[in-house]
């Protein structure tokens, strides 16, 4: 190991004399747009996701969700204001003529959720029998600043990627850029969305703007094939882009359950000065450098576990994998600086008539430093009597995993406070051979210089 890794390591949460806010992905106030991500069939005909907005909450709560009037053609809407109230938890379902369908803007794909106490927004779409589960950042959350993190679509028709810009301000500016060929600015007004399309993969793509503003991306696969040489590289994904924090330096990337034969982990960089190392559970360290605006990739099998250190902040997805090489679910790898405490867990488990409720699983995949996991809690009840029976040690041996099954709705918290990661994993079968996983990290919080140029408060 390197001693620059180290000494960068132990600089985490030892800075004086700095302007530092953390911000948490809980919250009371939240915007995002719909991802435009529609199923094709074998004769290329359309059908839309419904869309599910799962809000957890530590205690009973109301909320509001406030959505643009679907009868009005004015260019900003009027926005329709509904009350609902959370007892722990609440599902709200939108049908699918709520879906964004635009090619360019628009100002009626948005959703506003506001509420007077802290919860957690997941928005789950349901794409003819794929689950793709969303978490949603609040308002204070978001940034002016993002790297991209997306994934290579299908050479099929109707297959693309996609980057979605939800504006908070009143002229909000936007610069997207990358190293092959896109550069492009855009105005927007209050809660306008953009969404730009292709058919590349726009990893690395970086997007710039005056006021914080809200990213998404996504890939749609396309229409299916009858051959049966089709090979996929991708099903439905998405998610919210988190900002890179001031002190992500030191990433775990857990193993996963055995439907995933491999999976990758794409690593971003906001400038040209990383340094990175990645250790393995199974391969040998490999010490490489990552630049702006060019993502390097590490492809692993699912049962491995990586522990990856930087010099400078950075960024790690993990795509999960099918044998068949097939992307499952993409979701941000939250820093070990960014892990929390205590979390608020909910995953609606998908409902076909023709599987079996004992072929839909769902687990948590926990990280904790290993002397700590003994403090675990399910709803205030202890999990981990003997930690040392179950666990899997991390590459660096500071940390463990523990897989443990979840149940409908859990409280996840420390017996003192400890902070731990928390990816909430599940898997689903959709005909007698073939099942899907979706995964999400159930939260994360950030630590970036103090401004003073802080998100607006939502109205409406």
């Given at each position: 190991?390197?001693?620059?890794?180290?000494?960068?390591l132990l600089a985490?949460?030892?800075?004086?004399?700095?302007?530092?806010?953390?911000?948490?992905s809980?919250?009371?106030?939240?915007?995002f747009?719909?991802?435009?991500?529609?199923?094709?069939?074998?004769?290329?005909?359309?059908s839309?996701?419904?869309?599910?907005?799962l809000?957890?909450?530590?205690?009973?709560?109301?909320?509001?969700?406030?959505?643009?009037s679907?009868?009005?053609?004015?260019?900003?809407?009027?926005?329709v204001?509904?009350?609902?109230?959370a007892?722990?938890?609440?599902?709200?379902?939108?049908?699918s003529?709520?879906?964004?369908?635009f090619?360019?803007?628009?100002?009626?794909?948005?959703?506003k959720?506001?509420?007077?106490?802290?919860?957690s927004?997941?928005?789950m779409y349901n794409v003819?029998?794929?689950?793709?589960?969303?978490?949603?950042l609040p308002?204070n959350f978001?940034s002016s600043?993002?790297?991209?993190p997306?994934?290579?679509?299908?050479?099929?028709?109707?297959?693309?990627?996609?980057?979605?810009?939800?504006?908070?301000?009143?002229?909000?500016?936007i610069?997207?850029?990358?190293y092959?060929g896109?550069?492009?600015t855009k105005?927007?007004?209050?809660?306008?969305?953009?969404?730009?399309?292709d058919n590349?993969d726009l990893?690395?793509?970086?997007i710039n703007?005056?006021?914080?503003?809200?990213?998404?991306?996504?890939?749609?696969?396309g229409?299916?094939?009858?051959?049966?040489?089709?090979?996929?590289?991708?099903?439905?994904?998405?998610?919210?882009v988190?900002p890179?924090?001031?002190?992500a330096?030191?990433?775990?990337?857990?193993?996963l359950?055995?439907?995933?034969?491999?999976?990758?982990?794409?690593i971003y960089s906001?400038s040209?000065?990383a340094?990175?190392?990645?250790?393995?559970?199974?391969?040998?360290?490999?010490?490489?450098?990552?630049?702006?605006?060019?993502?390097y990739?590490y492809n692993?099998?699912?049962?491995?576990?990586?522990?990856i250190?930087?010099?400078?902040p950075?960024m790690?997805?993990?795509?999960a994998l099918?044998s068949?090489?097939?992307?499952?679910?993409?979701?941000n790898?939250?820093?070990t600086?960014?892990?929390?405490?205590?979390?608020?867990?909910y995953?609606k488990r998908?409902?076909y008539?023709?599987?079996p409720?004992?072929e839909?699983?769902?687990?948590?995949?926990?990280t904790i430093?290993?002397e700590?996991?003994?403090?675990?809690?399910?709803?205030?009840?202890?999990?981990?009597?003997?930690?040392?029976?179950v666990?899997?040690?991390t590459?660096?041996?500071?940390?463990?995993?523990?897989?443990i099954?979840?149940?409908?709705r859990?409280?996840?918290?420390?017996?003192?406070?400890?902070?731990?990661?928390?990816?909430?994993?599940g898997r689903?079968?959709?005909?007698?051979?073939?099942?899907y996983?979706?995964?999400?990290?159930?939260?994360?919080?950030?630590?970036?210089?103090?401004?003073?140029?802080?998100s607006?408060?939502?109205?409406g």
């Open positions: 190991m390197c001693l620059w890794i180290y000494i960068s985490v949460g030892c800075v004086s004399g700095e302007d530092v806010c953390t911000e948490s809980y919250g009371k106030e939240f915007i747009g719909f991802a435009d991500i529609p199923y094709y069939d074998y004769h290329g005909h359309r839309d996701p419904v869309l599910t907005i809000v957890t909450s530590k205690r009973s709560t109301s909320f509001y969700i406030s959505l643009p679907t009868n009005s053609a004015s260019k900003t809407p009027t926005l204001k509904t009350r609902y109230y007892y722990n938890y609440k599902e709200v379902t939108f049908n003529s709520m879906i964004n369908r090619e360019d803007t628009g100002s009626r794909s948005f959703i959720i506001s509420s007077s106490d802290d919860i927004v997941l928005a003819n029998s794929y689950v793709i589960t969303n978490p949603i308002v978001l600043a993002y790297i991209v997306s994934y290579s679509p299908n050479t099929v028709t109707h297959s693309k990627t996609q980057l979605l810009i939800v504006a908070l301000n009143d002229s909000t500016s610069t997207l850029q990358s092959h896109i550069y492009l105005t927007l007004k209050p809660n306008e969305v953009y969404m730009y399309q590349r990893s690395g793509v970086s703007s005056n006021h914080p503003i809200a990213v998404f991306s996504s890939i749609v696969p229409s299916k094939s009858f051959s049966s040489h089709t090979r996929w590289n991708t099903a439905y994904l998405s998610m919210q988190p890179i924090g001031k002190y330096l030191h990433f775990i990337v857990p193993a359950p055995n439907e995933v034969q491999s999976y990758k982990v794409r906001p040209n000065l340094k990175v190392e990645i250790h393995s559970t199974s391969s040998s360290t490999k010490i490489t450098e990552v630049y702006e605006r060019i993502y990739e692993t099998k699912g049962s491995s576990t990586l522990e250190v930087s010099n400078i950075i790690v997805v993990q795509i099918s068949t090489g097939e992307a499952m679910f993409m979701a790898v939250p820093a600086s960014q892990f929390l405490s205590n979390y608020w867990t995953i998908p409902s008539s023709s599987i409720s004992s839909s699983t769902n687990t948590y995949i926990v430093r290993h700590k996991a003994a403090g675990l809690l399910f709803d205030n009840e202890p999990v981990l009597h003997n930690p040392e029976l666990a899997h040690k590459p660096l041996g500071n940390y463990s995993i523990f897989t099954p979840m149940t409908s859990d409280i996840v918290s420390h017996a003192v406070d400890e902070p731990f990661g928390l990816l909430v994993y689903s079968l959709t005909t007698d051979s073939e099942s996983s979706y995964g999400h990290y159930a939260g994360m919080e950030i630590k970036s210089d103090c401004t003073t140029t802080a607006p408060p939502i109205v």
